[in-house]
């Protein structure tokens, strides 16, 4: 069986390797760089950027608390620079090493099908290759996405991509989008000294999250200094001799704001230009890769995962889309569940969310019970000084069954697969309940939250 790859990102690269671990002819082809967004200008590099910007916060911030002694501190962002690039060509190296290990043949070059069974690559150094397969998986991911405000071309407005890599660190920044990208960039450029504005449409940052941890962590932008002004319109941009002026538009009121950068922040849009979908008959829906729910085209032996077919945009969905497409493609037997997929966001606090959100759960119709517990109850929370967020579970008052879990505080990224799990195995609260959590750990907060669904908490006063 061969099967071409056309990306090289999270989605691409672990399809690959998934395909030779099953027995595949593997073809892998990257238009410039393995790891894609995810790893060149996406994930990686801003939590690179974000871990030193919440270590410079609490040492700024909690350093008397925490009885240490310091003076004149200070991140150098160039250093920085240099480290986020250093991180980066040792994972690609590694991704490297692996497909290199599973005989898996790497192009990096431009692909356009040729037919239905092959593709034309016009390599980076000038070669021209073809590429025959039984079956391609189109991987290409996605790009900053631009929409039509008068001034966007402007010298100083700028993406995601050229956010990651500045200079220097600009005096002011107004972000245009209060998502999770905008606010990961607010956290970062706020941390090394610069006036920070987010502008959002909406009422409330994040909106695809729950409300009660989203109001958690835009209290505590603003109390750090970022300004944030939702329900607020973006109407056009223009040069002035000290930088640019943004002019809003909040209901009937206008205002008009100058900042020396302007960061586009509002999502991301697939990439399949050059692909050549038309010469096969590969159906689109916009920019995106039309599929079915098994990721596949209607071309039969064509499929699309990740970020390229307009779905979920987020790596480890990409790469669980690719296995799955892989295991079909195999005949094996393979599902994915996407109600379990985590909702991340690293900022300080961490939001992160699985399952359904409140608002959610009650449009379709359940009758649910909450339990909240807030971080400042917790003993590892205070010791780290860490207290400002909360979990939060969302059950069927029915049956007990969890629908949800968010988290608004440290390391919630990576307690949020603890709900992810108790989804995909339709766990109850009272089975949280009976599982021991740790002490001392933020951990712990799960626990209570669990309890708190029935007003049990154990670390908070009686409800009365």
């Known amino acids: 069986m061969k099967i071409a790859i056309i990306g090289g990102g999270p989605g691409g690269y672990i399809a690959a390797i998934r395909a030779a671990q099953l027995g595949a002819e593997v073809s892998i082809i990257e238009k410039e760089h393995l790891g894609g967004t995810c ?59 692996i497909l290199k290990s599973h005989q898996i043949i790497k ?35 996605s790009e900053p996405n631009v929409i039509p405000i008068p001034g966007i071309e402007l010298q100083g407005v700028i993406t995601s991509n050229e956010a990651l890599s500045l200079e220097e660190v600009p005096e002011s920044l107004l972000i245009i989008g209060g998502g999770v990208i905008g606010c990961e960039f607010a956290s970062i450029y706020n941390s090394f000294e610069c006036k920070v504005r987010v502008i959002e449409t909406l009422p409330r940052i994040v909106a695809n999250m729950d409300a009660e941890i989203t109001n958690v962590l835009q209290n505590k932008l603003v109390k750090d200094g970022i300004e944030i002004h939702t329900n607020t319109k973006v109407k056009k941009i223009e040069k002035t001799a000290d930088g640019l002026e943004i002019h809003t538009l909040k209901g009937e009121k206008s205002e008009v704001f100058k900042a020396e950068k302007v960061l586009l922040s509002i999502g991301r849009k697939p990439v399949t230009e050059g692909l050549g979908l038309d010469k096969i008959g590969v159906k689109t829906k916009g920019s ?49 569940d996407f109600k379990t997929t985590p909702y991340c966001v690293y ?16 449009e379709q119709g359940y009758h649910i019970e909450k339990g909240v517990f807030p971080l400042f109850a917790n ?47 339709e766990a109850t609260v009272e089975e949280i309940i009976t599982t021991i959590h740790a002490h001392p750990t933020v951990g712990e907060c799960l626990h209570e939250a669990a309890h708190g669904v029935h007003n049990n908490a154990l670390h908070l006063p009686k409800i009365k």
């Open 39 to 97: 790893l060149n200008v996406g994930c990686i590099p801003t939590k690179v950027l974000l871990h030193t910007a919440n270590l410079v916060d609490t040492l700024k911030k909690e350093a008397k608390e925490l009885a240490i002694e310091v003076t004149g501190i200070e991140a150098d962002w160039s250093k920085l620079q240099k480290r986020k690039n250093k991180i980066t060509k040792k994972l690609i190296g590694g991704i490297e090493g």
């Open 107 to 141: 192009y990096i070059g431009q692909a356009t099908f040729s037919d239905k069974n092959e593709v034309t690559v016009k390599c980076s150094n000038g070669k021209i290759e073809k590429v025959a397969f039984d079956y391609a998986i189109i991987a290409t991911g």
């Open 288 to 336: 995106a890769v039309a599929v079915n729910d098994k990721f596949q085209t209607n071309v039969r032996n064509i499929y699309a995962i990740g970020d390229c077919n307009g779905g979920v945009m987020l790596a480890h969905v990409a790469s669980a889309q690719g296995i799955s497409a892989v295991e079909r493609i195999m005949k094996k037997k393979t599902s994915i």
């Open 347 to 362: 900022t300080r606090p961490e939001l992160a969310s699985a399952g359904l959100t409140e608002e959610q759960a009650i």
């Open 379 to 425: 003993g590892k929370s205070m010791i780290t000084c860490e207290t400002e967020g909360i979990v939060k579970y969302i059950s069927d008052k029915a049956t007990g069954e969890i629908l949800g879990l968010h988290i608004a505080g440290p390391r919630a990224t990576d307690l949020i697969v603890e709900g992810a799990l108790a989804i995909r195995l």
